[in-house]
Each structure stands twice: as structure tokens, then as C-alpha cells.
């Protein structure tokens, strides 16, 4: 059903309601890991949330490379769905911050380095973290909806992190973040478009172009990222 709604909410572009569907999706994803394999719902609450929405993101890539120019629909449809799966894993672990193993073995470090890494160590993993992001979409066109919410859980486990000792913090964290996640979501839907242009036999220079715009969109975003977070 939820599948359904996703297609139905992207073709109408209803940003609020795909937020709302994110947020359900991540809640239910969720409970089906804790019900079917308690001990790994850690990271199966990831793949179970991303199910419902691959068919209908996949779909929106091949429709928006068909029909080119502009982008910005399928940039918008992706930030919401990422909007309500983040809240969907703040609010989880908020309650069971103990079934999220995998997302704070992969925060300790990075968080424990958050005060003392600087402009350029910062920039470089985020940066590949980008590159990470848009191979694996270019080569798995349907990875986009499990890179998506994989870094949404990440950074909703993080943010619950942080509010549960110091719950005005959060708001310090959300505008870097919201920079560099766009990063990384606008380098998914740039390799989730150009394995599309791959299929279709789209290899007109128009084309490439379009899609190294979209790329620099993407790592200038990671720039201000960064910036923003060693400001």
C-alpha cells in the first residue's frame, strides 16, 4: 500500500504528504525488523523502510531523465521523503536509542571528531562520501531509495544523540547538515539519472552537461557543508 502511495504522491507532487509517507515508512520498516529479526533491526529497519518507495523513485529518475531539464521536482521529492524518514529515526531512537548498534558504532568516531576536525579533513570525507553516494547509484540505479534511508537514519540517530543531553543543540547541527545531506542526495539522483541516460543511449553533449551541473550543485553544497560546520 504505502508503494502505492508514494507513486500516487510523486506523479502529484505533494512534497508534505511524501514527507508524512517517509515518516510512516521509517516507522514501519522499523517495527517489521523489530517483529520478524529483533537482533539485526538495526540495520533491516533501513532496507524494510526503503522497500515502498524503490519502485516509485526508480520510476521518477526514468520519467525526469525522459523528460530533462530541470531537476528540481526530483530534488524536492527526495528531500522530503528524506525529511520524514530522518524524523521517523529521531523519533525511534529518542525511545530505543539501544536498537540502532550499527548507526552509533559508525557516529562514535565521527562524532568523538566533530570539535577537532577542520575545514579540509572534514571537506575530504564528505567528498567521499558524495563519490560513494553517486557510484553506487550510477551502478545500482535502485540504490538510491537504500542510500536514502541509510543516511537518514544516520543522521536521525545522531540528532537524537545529541537532544537527549542538550535538545537546543540539535538546531546548530541542522544547517550544515541540511547542506551536506542535499550533497549527498543531489549526488544519487545525478547517478540514478546518468545510468538512465546509459539505458536510454542518451549520450548527446546537452545531456552530459545537464548532469555536470548537477554534479557541482552537489559538491558545492558539500563545500558549504563543511564551511557551515568549522565556521
Not at 537518514?152 to 535538545?167: M, N, R
Amino acid at each position: 500500500m504505502l508503494e502505492e502511495f508514494f507513486l500516487l504522491e510523486e506523479e502529484h507532487q505533494n512534497f508534505g504528504r511524501l514527507a508524512v509517507l517517509g515518516l510512516l515508512s521509517g516507522i514501519v520498516g522499523f517495527m517489521a525488523a523489530e517483529i520478524l529479526f529483533p537482533t539485526q533491526s538495526d540495520i533491516l529497519s533501513v532496507i524494510f523502510a526503503a522497500v515502498p518507495m524503490i519502485f516509485s523513485l526508480t520510476k521518477k529518475f526514468l520519467d525526469d531523465e525522459a523528460d530533462g531539464r530541470p531537476h528540481i521536482p526530483e530534488i524536492e521529492a527526495y528531500l522530503s521523503i528524506f525529511a520524514g524518514v530522518t524524523l521517523a529515526f529521531f523519533m525511534l531512537a529518542l525511545h530505543v536509542s539501544n536498537a540502532f548498534e550499527i548507526q552509533n558504532a559508525v557516529l562514535g568516531p565521527a562524532g568523538a571528531a566533530v570539535s577537532s576536525a577542520g575545514f579540509s579533513a572534514i571537506l575530504s570525507n564528505n567528498l567521499m562520501v558524495f563519490s560513494a553516494v553517486f557510484l553506487l547509484s550510477m551502478l545500482i540505479g535502485s540504490a538510491g531509495a537504500f542510500i536514502l534511508t541509510w543516511n537518514a537514519s544516520v543522521l536521525g540517530v545522531f540528532l537524537a544523540g545529541i537532544a537527549e543531553s542538550q535538545p537546543l543543540k540539535v538546531l546548530a547541527y541542522l544547517p550544515h547538515s541540511l547542506f551536506e545531506m542535499s550533497g549527498f542526495i543531489i549526488g544519487g539522483i545525478a547517478g540514478s539519472l546518468i545510468s538512465a541516460a546509459v539505458y536510454r543511449h542518451h549520450f548527446d553533449r546537452e545531456t552530459w552537461l545537464d548532469y555536470g551541473r548537477l554534479l557541482a550543485l552537489g559538491v558545492i553544497c558539500i563545500f558549504i557543508g563543511a564551511f557551515l560546520e568549522t565556521a
